[in-house]
């Protein structure tokens, strides 16, 4: 890795040997180590499951904090993982079964989209709920450093599974998220939700109102 690093180094055109530079190769080989740590290591070995009597609502964990690379520019790419399950037979997960799970997936060369759903594959796989809904929030430095400049994008993607694929239970789920703006009302898809038209004294009820002329 180090001798990696230093072929970037005199590619680029810059001194490996210099003061600020000596020591760059190993501080990123010790760095990539955890960066990477996720490579070959299998999600499902993170999850703790229990039942809790009676338990058939949804379940919601939400702000799931990552950071990934992305595997096109190995340029960082970080956010929010939010998760929505309904349980099967009383049967949750610990919450710290979630975090591990993320971590796992996202310390790897990823893209968002497939980030997305292998967390709600191994989640399936694993916690066998009757419904899921994945969704990630991420800015990419990818589009912050590259040819396109755009700071503060942000990229939303998700994952449905089982039940979660009916519109209302969805919509139910994203209401918990706290992030309704992701599906359009009346939709079956992930949208813009509709404007509201009714505003103080403008519109169709506002020409009704007003005073005939003389």
Request: aromatic fraction near 4%; hydrophobic fraction near 35%.
């Amino acid at each position: 890795m180090e001798r990696a690093v230093l072929a970037v180094l005199e590619a680029i055109g810059d001194d490996p040997g210099r003061e600020g530079l000596r020591q760059t190769p190993a501080r990123v080989a010790r760095m990539y180590q955890k960066v990477f740590s996720g490579v070959g290591e299998d999600p499902r070995r993170q999850f703790s499951l229990f039942r809790v009597p009676h338990q058939d609502g949804i379940v919601v964990v939400k702000d799931i904090a990552f950071h990934s690379m992305c595997e096109h520019h190995l340029l960082p790419f970080f956010g929010k993982v939010h998760v929505a399950y309904l349980p099967r037979d009383s049967r949750v997960t610990g919450l710290n079964s979630l975090t591990r799970v993320t971590d796992v997936l996202s310390r790897r060369p990823q893209l968002q989209e497939r980030l997305t759903n292998d967390i709600a594959d191994a989640l399936m796989e694993c916690l066998r709920p009757r419904g899921l809904l994945v969704v990630t929030e991420a800015q990419h430095l990818c589009m912050s450093m590259g040819e396109g400049d755009k700071y503060g994008t942000t990229a939303v993607s998700s994952a449905a599974r089982g039940a979660m694929l009916s519109l209302p239970r969805r919509r139910e789920a994203l209401l918990m998220m706290n992030l309704p703006h992701t599906v359009a009302k009346g939709s079956n898809r992930p949208g813009r939700p509709r404007a509201s038209h009714r505003k103080s004294g403008h519109g169709r009820n506002a020409r009704r109102a007003a005073p005939r002329k003389a």
